[in-house]
């Protein structure tokens, strides 16, 4: 299936959809910033300032460095495809003057980093090249169509998110066989990492950390790597870990707890945050689906928990996922500051979301899990298999 | 030797120089679209919007989401690292007005990608922070900052480079006694990436086209990939490729003669063709010094070529190597409109650049070396060493 093909033309029905003419992705030593629209409809990197340009009327057309040009050709994915030596604007004119657009989306965005590509001082290039002509002032944001293209998972999509999170669940169960006292987060995520590595596979974000791992009451909190500390008896365990698979990633988090000698259950204050959490992603994802408006999705979540008695998690509820494992667009998302406009976006049918409140259990650890879910016009469905209750070691 | 604080207190030293009291790296979701300026003075990635302050004054300052802030202290290169959960506004402008800066460096600049970090979503999203402040006003692009700290390359850098040219030669070496008849481009290429990765390093740039093998009068030409062509007698075959050591880039290219049955020597053509690329890039690198203009430098080599009958090559003669092997900053560039501002900047004594003229010989392929010099007040130093005449099989 070959991917590319499908979004470029999925992108051109959203730019119908939208009423935007020319949705223009402008970039240049592209590995070096990479847009992050590039890996939906482009597939590849390029040295010197390249115009990708799709069309409301279906035309694609690249604009590229001489060098460039043969590597965008060998991939056929551009009908047409047009070198220039020392300089671009002649040719982005020539194509602009064709097209006659009345709207251009670019890549930028105040609240949606995967549709926020374009840098400021590679805009003030492209102002300048549209400096003096009519298209200067129809310069739109293409955060509309990069959230819709990103966001509307295809069946191939979904199928590639799904390999991932089979993987990721498979490492987990491996885990728990490995998991005892005396051992390491380092020591957990180095045994991860081999199952990783041994399948050619690589990790869904940075491998700092990714898996991250902590244990125990008093471990580092989220966003930060594995440490020396070591698994005791007593410990609530998390593992937050995520593959990408054929470039599409997973992110997960299962908790487990650490008999202590003798015991034979968790604790009560374990398996009750534990149920707190479950019941919490049971509500919002009952309260997921085509429509919703995002925040109100977190609140349903975040509701439960504090109505518990326990703190509000200090993030968001859930973020999208997809090619990137934050993949930009709306999230499940309290209507903080930090968040922009995003909470008070509307759910649409084919976006795929984490799941993943969190509490802290006193003197154990946090109780944490996530999990995957898929929006569709029926109903939403759980991509990965529910963590219902924690994992005793 | 911690390059990471080496850099920093050289950015100090450069606000100094440059008379500007604050540098602002701001970011977000930085593994996503990561602004080259993190590897110099940040080290790591975070999620939510993030400011990385230096200033005049020698005060090193992250503000930074809550869950960011552990990975961020657990470094220590930053003094002061200041948590919040909601948004950053209050606190970037508490910071702000206990510095009190009359300018404020932020990564944008037309004309140099690694000084060009901030997007420009996310830079319309700092100044909503800072409207109806003074500081509004005191926005200035940190290219003059960036160019410095990246160019002027310590020690510890130059001897990062150095190892990254020697497994580079070392890996050309063996790959002479690897060509042959009947071998493919991505045959070469796969013999070149065991290498790498059996000594557990990756490539310089896109492992797309690195390393890039051409063999013969009619190859795929430059930045791109290696492909199933055979390389037969009478071609001349060139690799360009580079590895990553230590975080610092390597990035040459050499060339090689396919000797036919019962041939000898070289033809003549081949000969002289890599004569002249050689002497090319002597007279080049004899005019680079601190404070040429880097156009000139270009030129010298650029006439050589045409005096002797050659068309000129279609690209810049070279470009600054690090961190990134395109690193930014000033090029060796001809005045071309798509190299911007850049051919008209000055050399600076520290700085690395790629030497790359190339030229073609008309039915056997293409002659090309690239080279590595670094500029030093006393003279300019070949890291590389020069290839001087086609190199046969």
């Known amino acids: 299936m070959d ?33 992050p629209a590039l890996a939906m409809i ?12 799709i069309t409301r009327s279906g035309d694609t057309i690249a ?3 001489s060098l460039d040009v043969e590597a965008i050709k060998s991939k056929s994915h551009y009908r047409e495809v047009i070198p220039y030596v020392q300089g671009i604007r ?21 609240d949606s980093v995967t549709a926020d590509g374009l840098t400021h001082g590679l805009y003030l290039v492209l102002m300048d090249h549209l400096k003096g002509t009519k298209y200067e002032h129809r310069i739109v944001s293409s955060e509309g169509i990069v959230s819709a293209l990103r966001g509307r998972k295809t069946h191939a999509e979904i199928s590639r ?14 885990v728990t066989g490995f998991l005892g006292p005396g051992k390491t987060e380092k020591d957990v995520a180095d045994f991860i990492m081999k199952h990783v590595r ?22 580092a909190g989220a966003h930060f790597g594995p440490t020396n500390r070591k698994i005791e008896g007593g410990h609530v365990l998390n593992i937050d870990f995520g593959v990408k698979v054929d470039g599409y990633c997973s992110d997960l988090q299962r908790t487990w707890y650490i008999r202590r000698k003798g015991e034979r259950r968790p604790p009560l204050e374990v398996t009750r945050g534990m149920m707190v959490i479950r019941d919490a992603i049971k509500a919002a994802v009952e309260a997921l689906r085509p429509g919703s408006i995002s925040w109100k999705v977190d609140d349903v979540a975040r509701s439960h928990i504090t109505s518990n008695g ?10 999208q996922i997809g090619k ?16 922009g406009r995003l909470p008070f976006g509307r759910v649409e049918a084919g976006q795929v979301f984490t799941v993943e409140p969190r509490l802290p259990i006193e003197g154990y650890g946090v109780a944490t899990i996530e999990e995957i879910v898929w929006v569709t016009e029926q109903r939403t469905v759980f991509l990965s298999k529910p963590q219902t209750r924690v994992w005793v070691v």
Not at 42 to 53: F, N, Q, R, V
Not at 198 to 219: D, K, Q, R, Y
Not at 311 to 317: D, I, K, Q, R
Request: charged share 25%.
């Open 42 to 53: 482009a597939g590849h990197h390029t040295t010197w300032e390249t115009a990708w340009i």
């Open 161 to 174: 998110i799904r390999k991932a999170i089979a993987v990721t669940l498979d490492i987990f169960d491996r």
């Open 63 to 65: 604009i590229a460095g």
């Open 324 to 339: 990137a494992a934050h993949d930009g667009g709306i999230g499940l998302m309290p209507r903080w500051d930090r968040y």
């Open 3 to 35: 991917i590319l093909r499908e979004k470029i033309a999925q992108a051109v029905s959203i730019l119908r959809e939208k009423k935007i003419d020319v949705w223009l992705t402008f970039v240049r030593e592209s590995a070096t910033m990479p847009d």
């Open 90 to 110: 002649p040719e982005l004119l020539r194509i602009l003057d064709r097209i006659r657009p009345r709207t251009i989306a670019v890549n930028f965005s105040k």
């Open 310 to 319: 326990y703190p509000e998690y200090p993030h968001a509820l859930g973020h």
């Open 198 to 219: 041994a399948m050619g596979l690589e990790p869904a974000w940075e491998s700092e950390h990714c898996p991250a791992v902590f244990t125990g009451p008093e471990h």
